[in-house]
């Protein structure tokens, strides 16, 4: 049994998909169902004894303690995070609350079930923290890459959380003995992502008719890692990574945001056809405020020690993902709630812009 935190969010949805399609060790997934965590991700998991779905907070230190106590998990793999940038720069508090309070309540919550468990309980259990490379800042263009040994550079209230979380769970395993792993991602994308995201942001509005904007030049570069890739890495790291160790996991996909935007744009020329190039929609609007310029991941330590590397190219990451949205567009429907017509508006609309 293993404890899943953010279970119905974009990864984590994916990975309990994954992990249950992967063999029948029982999940234990506990979700707030905010705005971006949606149980239509988890639908067709409905009757399976295996997915035992648990609404609540992670802040909640009663809740926490009893699910450990009950179900006796052998490790928590902890999603649960407010992840989006603008997000955090229009309304910062909540993503202190989750990020840095739930990460506490966790591990402290886990600290004390361990106290609870046999010499091979204790040796077996794993905590693992799914971070991002954003912690680590912005690159110039000459810079190598992110490593593990990167310092910590934040640049955004959200990225500053996850930060002061990484910071944290480090701090359980060096005082606390507590065994701990951590992987930092780059940008992921695929099945099951929340519209307000680049990539589905671009398709849903390719295909309703409206502008996609993009931020400023276009020019940000990121490394960009399919959903699935990414699960794979977890379930290595939680199952050989070392207690104490930090792996970043990327894609070795580094694109500019407008390269991206015209890669999908091209994809839905070919699957979807309009009746004039989807490129034609792109509009560039004002950049956000501190707006990284360059994220780029090293992730040889992870294909040195644990033997893992993406399977996935951009390319056939990119096309599962465009058709993946094509053949769900009532997943897509539903999700585009009031809330998040409020977003877009509050987001977007206020940024001057032209098109392309």
Known sequence: MILVTGGAGF????????????????????DKLTYAGNPDNLASLAGDRRHIFVHGDIVDRALVASLLEQHRPRAIVHFAAESHVDRSIHGPGDFIRTNIDGTFNLLEAARAYLSTRDVAGKASFRFLHVST?????????????FSETTPVAPNSPYSASKAASDHLVRAWHHTYGLPVVTGNCSNNYGPLQFPEKLIPLMIANA??????????????????????????????????????????????????????????????????????????????????????????IDARKIERELGWRPAETFDTGMRKTVQWYLDHQDWVRKVQSGEYQQWINTNYDAREGSPA
């Open 207 to 296: 295909l309703a008719g409206k502008p996609l904007p993009v931020y400023g030049d276009g020019q940000q570069v990121r490394d960009w890692l399919y959903v699935g890739d990414h699960c794979a890495a977890l379930r290595r790291v939680l199952d050989a990574g070392r207690p104490g160790e930090t792996y970043n996991i990327g894609g070795w996909n580094e694109k500019a945001n407008l390269d991206v935007v015209h890669t999908l744009c091209d994809l839905l020329d070919e699957l979807k056809p309009a009746a004039a190039s989807y490129r034609e929609q792109i509009a560039f609007v004002t950049d956000r405020p501190g707006h990284d310029r360059r994220y780029a």
């Open 133 to 145: 490379d954003e912690v680590f800042g912005t690159l110039s263009p000459t810079d190598p890459p």
């Open 11 to 30: 990864i984590g949805s994916n990975f309990v998909l994954d992990w249950l399609a992967s063999g029948d060790e029982p999940v234990v997934n506990l």
